[in-house]
Nanobody, 124 residues
């Protein structure tokens, strides 16, 4: 059974940085495309970033493109989201997700497994 466990969330000041991690267990990590989504209170779940199984294809939400970096370490079964220059509008619960389709998916419907989420709060 595939499980995803996120970590690294927390409270950070405007302009600060956080690195989220997500470990996949129960199956071969390198088979999966991986994504990060976020959901703020009262809003729909929003695509943030995705990376293909090989790491050769990456896509970002426009508003985070120059601030966030997604990466993966297949040897550690882990996907990362480095978040720099954080803004209050980045405040949300962040979820990682895995898709059978090793290519990039930007819709939540394209993902088969989800983590439990980790809270990121950006304050002044």
């Amino acid at each position: 059974q595939v499980q995803l466990v996120e970590s690294g969330g927390g409270l950070v000041q405007i302009g600060g940085s956080l690195r989220l991690s997500c470990v996949l267990s129960g199956h071969t990590f390198s088979s999966y495309g991986m994504g990060w989504f976020r959901q703020a209170p009262g809003k729909e779940r929003e695509f943030v970033a995705a990376i293909s199984w090989s790491g050769n294809s990456i896509n970002y939400l426009d508003s985070v493109k120059d601030r966030f970096t997604i990466s993966r370490d297949n040897a550690k079964s882990t996907v990362y989201l480095q978040m720099n220059s954080l803004k209050p509008e980045d405040t949300a619960v962040y979820y990682c997700a895995a898709t059978f389709w090793g290519v990039i998916q930007t819709s939540p419907l394209g993902y088969n497994y989800w983590g439990q989420g980790t809270q990121v709060t950006v304050s002044s």
